[in-house]
């Protein structure tokens, strides 16, 4: 079989922790090229991740003929350029969240990856978490009841210092929102199908304008607090949180990430840094550990074992596993952009409720 050709466009932390493991894992693919606008980062990667071709130009790398899909994992701000120069070189496009800087730009993406025949996949990381699929089954199975209630927090402890281009609205479009929360938006989705309705609040403390080492640097100007209360299409509430001043809150460097669903028979929690259990209780009981059965651990067929590495990092290499299938078995990938675009319209909606002071409507979803 010809393995599934892969470029890199990115080659910063979040290629390297997950992104290129997850292919290395893969016999069905070959990590065939790494791009980043950084020249030294590109012969950095070349040596460590012992790829020969190298370029700071995504748009030669898109056009050339030895990779046949790319992973893009650059800042927020250049993810509509690079994804429509790969799907207009006909490459399969995998791409980091939040796919552009709005919905509109996430529509775009999507329509010109529809309109160019390639597998598109947003790299919605905690879908992968095996804690999550059994979440999933639980609630589709009807182990749950009927969905009364949805909650997420994610807490995390950063430093107070600058976020890098993370932290300015012109490069990331928002702050905690697009970030963390917006990973929050799509499984919530997943689980529960299309958000009818919702009303946010956005909040920034922390100035950030010392760099690590203590030189000066602009201000941030988004939020790094973000909330949402939201009505599920199928009738069930939402309640989101997310920070990154959570002091208290380091778990190791994973953060605080808990979401539920409340059921009319039984609660069910998954947590993202112990991802290889939930926790269930029915009426009467308290919540309790039970382990995620074998099936879950892994999507079916990838060659990943579950019992190597620590749990809270590995599963991220099956969202590579989701990506090359998709491509093999000529399917869509799930997450797809279209995910990605409808996580983003309800982020959007967040900041619009929030500098409205209103509830806002969702337009409903194409099914
Ligand atoms: N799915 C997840 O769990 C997850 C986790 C972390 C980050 N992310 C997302 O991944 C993306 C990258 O985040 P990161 O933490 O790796 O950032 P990073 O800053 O470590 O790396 C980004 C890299 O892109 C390069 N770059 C910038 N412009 C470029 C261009 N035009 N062409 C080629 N390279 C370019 C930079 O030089 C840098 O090396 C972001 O969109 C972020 O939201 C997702």
Request: net charge neutral.
């Amino acid at each position: 079989m010809t393995p599934v050709r892969i470029a890199i466009i990115g080659a910063g932390k979040v290629s390297d922790y997950h992104h290129v493991p997850g292919i290395r894992l893969d016999p069905r693919a070959q990590l065939v090229a790494v791009c980043d606008a950084d020249a030294a980062l590109v012969e950095q990667r070349k040596r460590e991740w012992n790829v020969a071709f190298g370029s700071t130009d995504y748009e030669a790398v898109c056009a050339d003929p030895r990779a046949t899909a790319v992973i893009i994992a650059t800042p927020n701000f250049t993810h509509k350029p690079i994804a429509l120069c790969a799907a207009r070189h006909g490459k399969h496009v995998m791409c980091e969240k939040p796919l552009g800087l709005s919905a509109d730009e996430a529509r775009e993406m999507y329509q010109a990856a529809q309109k160019a025949g390639v597998v598109h996949m947003t790299a919605f990381t905690y879908r992968f978490a095996p804690a999550m699929r059994f979440l999933r089954y639980l609630h589709k199975t009807g182990a749950l009841g009927a969905p009364r209630h949805f909650r997420s927090q994610r807490f995390l402890d950063w430093p107070e210092t600058s976020w890098g281009w993370r932290q300015y609205k012109e490069k990331a479009g928002a702050g905690d929102l697009f970030d963390m929360t917006i990973h929050r938006i799509d499984f919530a989705r997943d689980l529960l199908g299309p958000i009818r309705r919702l009303t946010g609040a956005l909040a920034r403390f922390a100035p950030r304008d010392r760099l690590p080492n203590g030189q000066p640097c602009p201000t941030s100007d988004v939020d790094d607090w973000s909330s949402i209360l939201g009505v599920f299409a199928c009738g069930a509430t939402g309640v989101w949180e997310g920070t990154t001043l959570a002091k208290g809150y380091h778990l190791r460097g994973f953060g605080h990430e808990w979401a539920e669903i409340n059921g009319s028979e039984a609660s069910s929690v998954y947590r993202m840094h112990e991802p290889n259990s939930i926790l269930l209780g029915k009426t009467g009981q308290d919540l309790a550990p039970t382990p995620v059965p074998a099936e879950f651990l892994k999507p079916k067929g990838s060659p990943r074992d579950p019992a190597s590495g620590d749990p809270a990092t590995v599963f991220r290499y099956d969202l590579a596993y989701e990506f090359v299938s998709a491509i093999v078995e000529r399917r869509p990938s799930v997450p797809s952009f279209y995910d990605g675009w409808q996580a983003q319209v309800a982020a959007d909606a967040v900041i619009e409720s929030w500098e409205s002071g209103r509830w806002i409507e969702l337009p409903a979803e194409i099914v």
